[in-house]
């Protein structure tokens, strides 16, 4: 590919990106004004958090069903491993035990099952099932709609932030 085409496509990408910029942060200060308003103030943070899962997945906006039903999926899980470990801890198992069941074990299923077994369907987005786990234990099991709507809602301001864009800029076509 000839110097100046690839100058011209970086241009074209960074020009994309820049509108997108613009974008997630008009998009993020109006949720975080919004946001006040809802009992769940205190884990804005979560929201935000999707938004990191979602861009590092590649931002691609038919995949936002995929992250939904996936995320749900982390929250189920996330109540497993609290549960379990729980569990272990209450009958006076060793920590070390915990943490190979609790971490080891209890991180291998998912993956295996979302990675390999569920791949190119709903439930196919892993960083979503570890990122449902790890929410549910900082939150110690408790209040599991809450976390889903705190998830449900950072997708949602991610893929709104895409949709926005596109329609401001056309997004770059990619030749890989």
Known sequence: MPRWRVQKEVGIIKTYLT???????????????LWQYTPYLDRQWICFLMLVVFFAGGGVKKDYPNYLVTGAASIIWGQIVVFVCAK???????PILISIVGVGVLTAIPCYIHLVLLQNTLLDKVPMVFCGVALSAQQGGQDPLGLAICMLAGLTIAVLSVVLTDLWCPPPETTT
């Open 19 to 33: 509108k997108m910029s613009i974008v997630i942060g008009a998009v993020c200060g109006a949720f975080a004004i």
């Open 88 to 94: 272990m801890a209450a009958f006076g198992a060793d």
